[in-house]
């Protein structure tokens, strides 16, 4: 029966009894969405999550992103099924401030990520199905509440100069196509409308250095304190 399911629902339901404005920042791996949410950090009235990718660094002391990289065929099934859990329990864990603000969304990780490993056949139609199966019942039966998605839009060449930069390890053998298809199913989902919208779309020009950003961050305040009100 649906027992199972309702049970489901409202343990999530429990953890989302007061929800806050939500605001996701989205954009192409290397895009400057942490450093764009530190800004946030300093405002009382917001809650910052921190990166979820640290937990997928270290799930029970498995580096899921790294056994991810190094070989997607064996493992992007397993890392994509621990990102969805760590970004369903970003999206219905309570907080006490009125704004909740986060680094990516179960969406990103369906529409961007997961779409790309199939397109380029590094999972199975089988193991898409499950993925999608498993996205489709969560964003229909759980509390997850979008407000205002801030996109973070680069150019593909700027994102991958950051990484190359950054040097994270796990990212060493990241390609320049592999950013160009991210950053086209950013620009699908995000720009072009191919996919459902969650919530209104906030989009920033992120090819500029940090020191011009100060507009920009101003905007998005704006907008989530209007949202707030
Ligand atoms: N990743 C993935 N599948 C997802 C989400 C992320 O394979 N559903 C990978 C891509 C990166 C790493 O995880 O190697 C972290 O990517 P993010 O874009 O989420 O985080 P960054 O730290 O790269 O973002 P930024 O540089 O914008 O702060």
Redesign the pocket.
Known sequence: GNSGTSTLTSFFGSRAMNPPITVC?E???????????KHFKKFPDVCVFD???SK?RDCQGYNL?DL??KDPRKW?LC??SY?QLT?LDLHTKPIVEPIKMM??SIF???Y???QN?RNEGLIEDAQYAVLSEWFNFSTANLPIKLDLIVY?RTDPEV?FN??AQ?G?S??NS?KMEYIQS?HKLHEDWLVNNQKLLPCPVLTID?NLELADMAPNYQLCEEKMFQKQK
């Open positions: 920042v954009g192409n791996i290397g895009s400057g969405k942490t450093t764009f949410l990166e979820p990718i997928w992103l991810m990289y992007s890392f994509q990102v970004m680094e990516r990103s990780a369906q961007c990520f997961v490993l973070l994102a950051r990484i950054r994270r796990e990212e990241i991210v992120a």
